[in-house]
């Protein structure tokens, strides 16, 4: 069983100040919480109008879902008529006859927040794939400033999702887009702008210093039917497994509109939006608002497992591990080092089943409290482990509190950052570059492999927190055939590590070695930049019984 990191930290405090005062971030003195809204998309595709849109912004707030939290509505792709001589925008009249900023002033008016669309490319995606012509041409790519000031100040919208069909077809670098995109946002000197990368899968780490939030996957599969939809989800969760040191205060990993209310049954609607909320996700409804069951109100409104969602820390949840067909999933709430945790066990199973949490995975000395937070109930303090039944493709979701903590200890390599993690260049994946694999010798059946053959393809541990400063053992545990060499450095202190060879396939060897910490959190850095590492399992510190 992989055991829970109490701090659960995706960025060390030091990048977190460095990313809010960065060139490409838009500056705000409270870092955002996922955004909660709604997307024309899911419902209605490119079919969207003015009154539509505005019976939608009516039932955000008449339904009681701008009241729940559910604040931004964001029109999607379909309004795009070409542009004009001068390359302003032009927006097809017939379907939105008052034009964007009426529209937006109208979402303003009820006191909601206005998103609105575009592409990083030349052409957009309805005009490849939904038989929307005038979009040809109506991407940013050629216009970033002019539309963004239209977008922003002229029209006044406050959210920006851009897409990347044209981007793709035209080989663009994603980094470069999306980065220019950001810097015609700052400058139209607004701080409030929320801005969506929408490109598919995670778009390298150098997003998470310039957007709001990236989309990780593929879209939730459209086939009706809740089998296909349900496998497509469980696919999102697995593709986010990994990526929690991404997530950020202000810095969220997307994994799509929600499907909730549209064709799933009961319990895979709660599991759907319950792993939403626990991996810190935005939560952009895709229903029609205006025919909202009492059934999926109950679900989307739930003020203590949104409150999960919003959590200021900002953290997203860690695989603990899975087993039987059963995910165990948790992350810390109100603070990297608090005592309170958010549990979600989810039932992959048609039939129903039994499982636990243990304290211990969660680095929990003693008795806990936990709460239901679907029933919203408390359920009492319990020794060792929380169990529960839960129903074919359910969840439990939980919130549990201890009354003490101890330190994490073990630190696995899937969970550090991973610098060049998904690197592209021109919409292509480069290759050699560090990710996890499977591997079923070590802890948590997981390992990071291609480290190093360059400076910048390291990985770091940026959640090694330390009571006092001091000296430690730090054991590292790895594999290789080959004999290798790495590059160890704690808070820029470089070891130099040689012979590090396992003994073969399979095989996991440690090395120990005594490191000096500071108090409170440190960087711990795996690289090799002339040749390769060895592949890390993890990294063990005794922060809780330092005796050096």
């Not at 919208?157 to 470069?176: I, M, N, P, S």
């Not at 997530?247 to 939006?273: Q, T, W």
């Not at 590492?533 to 063990?540: M, R, V």
């Amino acid at each position: 069983m992989r055991k829970l990191s109490l701090g659960l930290v995706v960025l060390s405090f030091l990048l977190v100040t460095m990313s809010a005062n960065s060139k490409g971030k838009s500056h705000t003195s409270t870092p955002r919480t996922p955004l909660m809204g709604w997307a024309s998309w899911n419902q209605f595709g490119a079919k969207i109008d003015e009154a539509l849109i505005k019976r939608q912004a009516d039932a955000m707030v008449s339904s009681g879902l701008a009241a729940a939290g559910f604040r931004y509505l964001n029109i999607d792709d379909g309004f795009f008529n070409l542009r004009y001589p001068n390359g302003t925008l032009r927006i097809d009249s017939i379907k939105f006859p008052h034009g964007m900023k009426y529209l937006a002033d109208y979402i303003h008016s009820k006191g909601l927040k206005a998103g609105f669309y575009s592409e990083a490319g030349e052409n957009t995606c309805g005009s490849q794939y939904s038989g929307q012509p005038g979009g040809v041409g109506g991407g940013l790519y050629g216009h970033d400033q002019q539309d963004i000031d239209l977008f922003f100040k002229t029209w006044g919208f406050d959210f920006l999702k851009v897409d990347y069909c044209g981007g793709l077809k035209q080989k663009l670098d994603e980094k470069t887009r999306y980065t220019a995109i950001r810097k015609a946002m700052n400058n139209t000197g607004r701080i409030d702008i929320n801005f969506n990368v929408c490109r598919w899968q995670f778009p390298g780490t150098w997003v998470t210093t310039i957007a709001d939030s990236w989309r990780m996957s593929q879209d939730i599969n459209f086939v009706p039917g809740s089998k296909a939809r349900w496998k497509s989800i469980i696919g999102i969760i697995n593709q986010n497994k990994f990526l929690a040191p991404y997530a950020s205060p202000g810095h969220y990993n997307d994994m799509d509109m929600l499907e909730v209310g549209r064709g799933l049954s009961f319990e895979e609607d709660k599991s759907h939006f319950a792993m939403w909320c626990i991996l810190s996700s935005p939560l952009a409804l895709g229903l029609d608002m205006t025919k909202i069951s009492d059934e999926t109100k109950s679900i989307i409104t739930n003020p203590e497992v949104i409150a999960i969602n919003q959590d200021p820390t900002g953290l997203q949840a860690h695989l603990l591990f899975e087993k039987d067909s059963v995910q165990v999933w948790a992350k810390h709430l109100n603070g990297r080092q608090s005592k309170e945790f958010a549990v979600a066990l989810l039932n992959l199973k048609t039939t129903p089943t039994s499982a636990s949490v243990s304290w211990k995975d969660l680095n929990i000395v003693g008795s806990a409290k936990v709460r239901d937070l679907w029933a919203r109930t408390d359920l009492g303090t319990m020794e060792s482990e929380y169990t529960a039944t839960i129903p074919a493709h359910g969840v439990s979701l939980v919130k549990v509190t201890a009354q003490k903590t101890k330190l994490q200890e073990v630190f696995e390599a899937e969970y550090a950052w991973i610098n060049n993690f998904n690197l592209t260049e021109n919409s292509e994946i480069v290759p050699d570059q560090a990710r996890p694999l499977t591997d079923a010798a070590c802890s948590g059946r997981t390992k990071v492999i291609k480290i190093g053959n360059r400076e910048d393809n390291y990985i770091e541990f940026r959640d090694v927190y330390a009571a006092s400063a001091g000296s430690y053992t730090l054991v590292l545990y790895y594999t290789s055939e080959d004999t290798k060499t790495a590059t160890l450095s704690v808070n820029g202190k470089a070891f130099s590590l040689a012979g590090l060879n396992s003994g073969g396939k399979g095989i996991v060897a440690k090395k120990s070695l005594s490191v000096k910490l500071n108090k409170g959190y440190n960087a711990i850095r795996i690289s090799n930049a002339k040749g390769w590492a060895p592949d890390i399992d993890k990294i063990e510190i005794n922060l809780n019984n330092n005796k050096l």
